[in-house]
């Protein structure tokens, strides 16, 4: 059976680190193979990508470029990482997906919904995350919680409003698709992490019923 392909968003400072550990933690124990991602990077030359987005140049990067490579360094992972590992059976849980592109590119940069919907197209024919949790924080909250970890990279100093504009696509994008689950990653970790907990188990559970019902329909139609 083909794997599943888990993505976790949010704003900096939503704690997708600690969530994306006991995802893969509880993934292991309902015995899947798992494979971990992040984007941009994944792969020797989408890391390199994810320098050159991140660094801090003297120059003016534009919202075009900041795009391109952002997807260039998505097909990569696509292509070298996470469409080999699902075939295997594997599944992935990605530190973001596309999702992000449209939330912080499309919201907080605001590019045209016409070019994001071009390029994703171009990039990812279709392709999308079987589920997806969004970890909602507010943005004050959010990067003070960033600022704890350290020095802010070039993303991460756009500004409040800014972040405020990527979370209203955020919720917005969310609304539109079911495969979006949003978690308050306002409230203590302990309960972010039941939730989450949760969510997964739910769907491991749903999935592996649609799987063994699968095998039973196949079965009988070979026996007729």
Not at 22 to 38: P, W
Not at 100 to 114: D, E, F, H, L, N
Not at 192 to 212: C, K, L, R
Request: glycine share 10%; charged share 25%; proline share 3%.
């Amino acid at each position: 059976m083909r794997g599943k392909f888990i993505v976790v968003e949010g704003l900096e400072g939503a704690g997708k680190s600690s969530v994306i550990g006991l995802i893969v933690q509880a993934l292991k124990g309902a015995g899947k193979r798992v494979e971990q991602t992040r984007e941009p990077g994944g792969t020797p030359m989408a890391e390199a990508i994810r320098e050159c987005v991140k660094h801090d140049w003297d120059e003016t990067v534009s919202e075009e470029t900041e795009l391109l490579l952002m997807y260039a360094a998505r097909v990569q992972l696509l292509t070298n990482k996470i469409l080999p590992s699902l075939d295997a059976g594997a599944w992935v849980v990605g530190d973001r997906h596309d999702l992000s592109s449209q939330a912080y590119q499309g919201g907080g940069r605001g590019v045209s919904g016409k070019t994001m919907s071009a390029i994703s197209d171009i990039a990812l024919k279709g392709f999308k995350p079987d589920l997806t949790l969004y970890l909602d924080v507010e943005p004050a909250v959010g990067l003070e919680r960033a600022r704890g970890r350290g020095e802010l990279d070039r993303i991460e100093q756009a500004g409040l409003a800014f972040f405020e504009r990527t979370r209203a696509k955020y919720l917005s994008l969310a609304k539109q698709d079911e495969s979006i689950v949003v978690v308050s990653a306002m409230q203590p970790m302990e309960k972010v992490h039941q939730d989450v907990i949760a969510i997964i188990n739910d769907y491991v559970t749903n999935t592996s019923s649609e799987s063994s019902n699968m095998a039973r329909n196949e079965s009988q139609q070979g026996k007729g």
